[in-house]
């Protein structure tokens, strides 16, 4: 008997292989335990400690001059990329497949 998660049925009744390495999974906010899970999970990083430096910032600011205008700020982020990406990809009824993860080369 296999116990599977709602979201792993989903997968399979749609037709993909989780084991066969057919799907990806990247998630956002890269938490210190998804590089100990299984291969590891790839993940956009957001930078935690800028984000509350700035809002700090802005809200010392405000309450020092009262009012002040709206700001948008956008602050960088990147991917941390572990073994949780497939290395095939299906692309206008081409299998496209790369010797390395990254490179993508038409057969």
Do not use: Y
């Amino acid at each position: 008997m296999s116990i599977r998660s709602p979201d792993e049925s989903c997968l399979r009744s749609a037709g993909h292989n989780p084991e066969k390495g057919d799907v990806s999974l990247v998630c956002f906010d890269d938490l210190d335990w998804m590089q100990f899970v299984a291969q590891g999970i790839t993940a956009i990083a957001q930078p935690a400690h800028l984000t509350g430096a700035t809002a700090a910032e802005l809200l010392l600011k405000r309450l020092a001059g009262g009012a002040a205008p709206f700001q948008h700020l956008v602050l960088a982020t990147h991917l941390v990329e572990r073994n949780s990406i497939a290395v095939h990809v299906q692309l206008l009824g081409w299998m496209i497949r790369g010797p390395r993860r990254g490179q993508l080369v038409c057969p």
